[in-house]
């Protein structure tokens, strides 16, 4: 069965460090993985798949199947990225809709 | 973009009465929705998967019973609680894909409490 692993589930930086969010998966398939995010009373909204190998408000996220990860990060934190993260893995077709979600880790950037 | 949308947002009920919520599309069409559920300060769960014309396929541990699924049009995705307990309090999320495909739209959240 498919696992995902998010390691923090606290994490504090101040503005303008770095910052890391560290995730790990299992999976017997080619995994299909995202990082969604949810703001403060808002709903779950995705971040950023690894297919399209995009940047969203500066994140980037790499896939390294040898050490199963797909750690996100960003050079330069805003307090506006504090938030909930999830971790999520896709089984299931092209849908996309299964999603196995990490225990998500909250980031705090403080001023 | 596209939204999805979770009616009611809240809701309080006695154990053992059903409680019905409602996920809708309202600006595309989805053949498939997902239902999740996130306890307290803990992660998503799939739940079951709600096809369009078609039962639900429901999580390895999901009673299909306790947990009715109805898909009845395009846009609209009914989960109904049966017999509720209070340790069927939890908040529930539902998700429709987007028409191309590759990510998912979710809806804002159902919190149940069941007294």
């Known amino acids: 069965a498919q696992r995902v692993t998010q390691p923090e589930k606290l994490l504090s930086v101040f503005k303008g460090a770095p910052v890391e969010l560290k995730c790990n998966y299992s999976?017997?398939?080619?995994?299909?993985l995202f990082w969604y995010v949810q703001y403060s009373r808002q709903r779950l909204q995705l971040l950023l798949r690894?297919?399209s190998r995009e940047s969203i408000k500066g994140f980037t996220a790499d896939l390294n199947k040898g050490e199963t990860s797909f750690h996100l990060k960003k050079p330069f934190a805003q307090e506006e990225d504090s938030a909930m993260y999830y971790c999520a893995l896709a089984t299931g077709g092209t849908s996309y809709g299964k999603l196995t979600f990490g225990q998500g880790t909250i980031l705090t950037v403080h001023p | 973009g596209a939204v999805v949308s979770q009616h009611p947002s809240r809701v309080i009920c006695k154990s053992g009465t059903s409680v019905k919520i409602e996920c809708r599309s309202l600006?595309?069409?989805?053949?498939?929705m997902f239902w999740y559920r996130q306890f307290p300060k803990q992660s998503l769960m799939l739940m079951a998967t709600s096809n369009e014309g078609s039962k639900a396929t429901y999580e390895q541990g999901v009673e299909k019973d306790k947990f009715l699924i109805n898909h009845a049009s395009l846009t609209l995705s009914t989960l109904t609680v049966t017999s509720a307990h209070p340790e069927d309090s939890s908040f529930y999320i539902c998700?429709?894909?987007?028409?191309?495909?590759?990510?998912?739209?979710f809806g804002p959240g159902t919190r149940l409490l069941v007294l």
């Open positions: 690894h297919i």
């Open positions: 999976y017997s398939g080619s995994p299909e």
């Open positions: 600006d595309f069409q989805a053949t498939t």
């Open positions: 998700s429709a894909p987007s028409l191309a495909g590759g990510t998912q739209y």
